[in-house]
C-alpha cells in the first residue's frame, strides 16, 4: 500500500522529462510515433538489447500514449521514470544508478 504522504510528492498533470527502458531493439523510425523521444539502443553482450526513449512528454495522456504503443509492439518495459532533465540521471540517457539498464 502506498504511503499517503509518499503521494505528496507526485505530480501527475503537467509535462515532465521521462525515461523509459524496455526490452529489445527500436528503430529510431518510431520516434514520432512516440512523442519525440530520443531512441537509443544498448548492446547487452549476450544478453538481450535494451532500448532507452529519453525526452519531454506533455501530460499523462501523452505518457499512456506512448506506453499504449510499446505494448502494442510486444516490447516488455523495464523502467519508466520521470527524470530532472531531459538527459537523465548522470548525464547520460543510457545509464542509471542501479545497473539495470
Not at 66 to 92: A, C, F, S
Amino acid at each position: 500500500m502506498l504511503d499517503s504522504a509518499a503521494l505528496d510528492d507526485l505530480e501527475f498533470g503537467g509535462p515532465a522529462h521521462y525515461r523509459i527502458v524496455v526490452q529489445g531493439v527500436l528503430d529510431d523510425m518510431w520516434r514520432e510515433r512516440l512523442a519525440g523521444l530520443s531512441v537509443t539502443t544498448v548492446e547487452r553482450g549476450a544478453r538481450a538489447a535494451h532500448t532507452v526513449l529519453v525526452g519531454h512528454i506533455r501530460d499523462q495522456a501523452e505518457l499512456r500514449g506512448v506506453i499504449e504503443t510499446l505494448h502494442g509492439l510486444h516490447l516488455p518495459i523495464l523502467r519508466v521514470e520521470q527524470v530532472k532533465d531531459q538527459i537523465g540521471v548522470g548525464g547520460d540517457p543510457t545509464t542509471n544508478n542501479d545497473d539495470q539498464v
